[in-house]
């Protein structure tokens, strides 16, 4: 039956691919989580009435996740095939996508993060400053847990996004279900490696989506 | 306790400066519930707010137990606002925390250790009285328990001083009087200074031993409250007292009174001990008039009552007259309202 629904598929290769897709994407959205609320924290405590008002650093920070959120993927990862061959030797395979996955996703979630930091009570803020806290802890027991739900969701959109990234990484050789959707379904004429592909991305995004809404309202007592 | 001298805020707006803060001088003594009253805009939460530094001052100083907060910067200043409790009109929860964390978070800004922290958690529960709902999260708590959790939260490093900033503006009468009387017993139990920030009459009437009152910017007034009750100097005092002790609008209620054929229509205002006597019946017994209460109203304050009685004394001129006389000397203001 799924040999006659699926003549072309190479089981072996799809779930091969799948591997690079989850790791691709898993790395990334690790190092995207972290980066980006380092980014958005810099952006939020830069901005006017808070710790670090900063105006200059505010924009330097601003002009930064503006250009790189706006750079077209396909385009960014070209552009950055001479930081990785720098720093990583090479511009292929899946680790050299690691780069262009993270500092493509990475200001577009800290704009999440700087969003959802806005949202924190600032009455809580002053509370917490009225009770002697210091600029640490209030970012670590105050701004942190107190918008951690739109922190996941916001990391949930990202990681999507990013899902999608490494399908384009396929053209620096990364490998993943795009890339074999791309070459072996498209370019070979097998349309039914195209679907079994999109199939298993679908999958990968509902699980991922399915966990996130999870997260989420677990953290939630609104 | 607490005193301030000269004590400016100045806010910078794009077009000009506003004062929101002016030449405050206030003295408030240990162990004192001290209330500072105004309308909204009077600038009393910029002032409150200048206590424990939450808005520094464009000039004067600010001294908490001998220490010039105005002076103070950094881990100093931190560690001064731990002697300064503060409660907010909507509560400032971590919504992310249950009750025992809300109350446990200034212990752990503190550097409690975990056990002494649980220790301190438990006391505070049972001192605002919400024993079993430790684990419970804010948005499952009504608005006077969220209260109690702010209140707990604010005595958990013993502070000296409480500030209490609208803090029953967003509860409904009945929590209000139980949030007050949590307020007054803490003051008593514990000795604390309390500062008291609202717009309503009532909570000064409530607990406070002091008064301040504040327009634009400025102290107006200030003194025992049962003083600025009494004698109130400026119209904006003269306004909040009206909210309790008199009438809603004695002009328009005297209106529709007539004319009396004979005797007069007075306006009595009793004030401390004399609210607290039988002066009316006493007068009647003394004195050969009738007296006819038309409105009356009457309110308790910590140190005493104080309230204004619409009555038409029936009697002969001459009996009136003696009517007025005694009424003088039992200590209540008797003023003759004409009505035509």
Not at chain 2, 315 to 334: C, R
Request: aromatic fraction near 6%; hydrophobic fraction near 45%.
């Amino acid at each position: 039956m799924i040999k006659t629904l699926f003549p072309n598929v190479d089981w072996m290769d799809m779930w091969e691919a799948t591997e690079e897709t989850i790791y691709m994407t898993g790395v990334s959205v690790i190092a995207t989580f972290i980066l980006g609320i380092l980014l958005g924290l810099m952006l939020y405590l830069t901005s006017r009435g808070n710790f670090w008002e900063n105006k200059g650093l505010h924009q330097l920070v601003g002009a930064y996740v503006n250009i790189t959120r706006s750079i077209p993927f396909i385009i960014l990862i070209i552009l950055l095939i001479p930081l990785s061959e720098w720093l990583l030797g090479t511009f292929l395979g899946p680790t050299a996508a690691l780069l262009a996955l993270i500092v493509g996703a990475a200001p577009f979630y800290a704009r999440l993060v700087e969003i959802g930091l806005r949202e924190v009570d600032h009455g809580v803020v002053q509370a917490a400053e009225a009770m002697g806290a210091s600029q640490r802890q209030i970012i670590w027991k105050v701004l942190l847990p107190e918008s951690m739900p739109a922190l996941v969701s916001g990391i949930t959109v990202t990681s999507i996004a990013l899902v999608s990234y490494t399908a384009m990484a396929g053209v620096i050789g990364a490998g993943g279900l795009g890339d074999l959707a791309f070459r072996e379904g498209f370019q070979r004429g097998n349309p039914d490696i195209t679907i079994t592909s999109t199939i298993l991305i679908l999958i990968l995004v509902f699980i991922m989506q399915w966990i996130g809404d999870w997260v989420t309202n677990r953290l939630d007592k609104r | 306790m607490i005193r301030l001298k000269q004590l400016e805020k100045v806010f910078q707006t794009k077009t000009q400066n506003v004062a929101a803060v002016q030449n405050v001088e206030l003295s408030i003594e240990e162990g004192e519930i001290f209330g500072i009253i105004g309308y909204s805009g009077a600038g009393k939460s910029t002032l409150v707010r200048m206590l424990n530094m939450l808005e520094p001052p464009t000039s004067g100083s600010v001294e908490v137990s001998g220490q010039d907060l105005t002076k103070l910067r950094g881990q100093k200043l931190r560690e001064a606002r731990q002697d300064i409790g503060m409660i907010f009109q909507h509560f400032n929860l971590l919504w992310s925390r249950t009750v025992a964390e809300n109350i446990a978070f200034p212990l752990e800004v503190a550097g409690v250790d975990k056990a002494e922290r649980e220790t301190r958690v438990h006391e505070l529960v049972g001192l605002v009285g919400l024993e079993g709902r430790e684990s419970a999260y804010p948005s499952q708590l009504s608005g006077g328990q969220k209260q109690r959790v702010g209140i707990a939260r604010a005595l958990a490093n013993r502070p000296k001083v409480l500030l209490c900033d609208e803090a029953t503006s967003a509860l409904d009468p009945e929590t209000t009087d139980s949030i007050l009387q949590l307020i007054t017993n803490i003051n008593q139990e514990l000795g604390l200074t309390v500062v008291m920030i609202t717009h309503e009459m009532h909570v000064i009437r409530k607990v406070c031993h002091k008064v301040a009152v504040m327009e634009n910017g400025g102290v107006v007034e200030q003194g025992p409250v049962l003083d600025v009750f009494q004698r109130p100097q400026q119209e904006v005092t003269k306004g909040f007292v009206k909210q309790i002790a008199a009438p809603d609008d004695e002009q328009a209620e005297a209106e529709g009174i007539a004319p009396p054929e004979r005797g007069q229509l007075a306006r009595l205002s009793f004030v401390g001990a004399s609210a607290g006597e039988p002066v009316v019946s006493r007068l009647i017994r003394t004195v050969e008039v009738d007296v006819n209460i038309l409105q009356g109203r009457l309110a308790t304050t910590v140190e005493g009552s104080y309230g204004t009685m619409l009555v038409h004394i029936d009697g002969t001129a001459k009996a009136v007259e003696e009517a007025f006389q005694y009424l003088e000397k039992a200590g209540v203001e008797a003023e003759v309202v004409r009505v035509d």
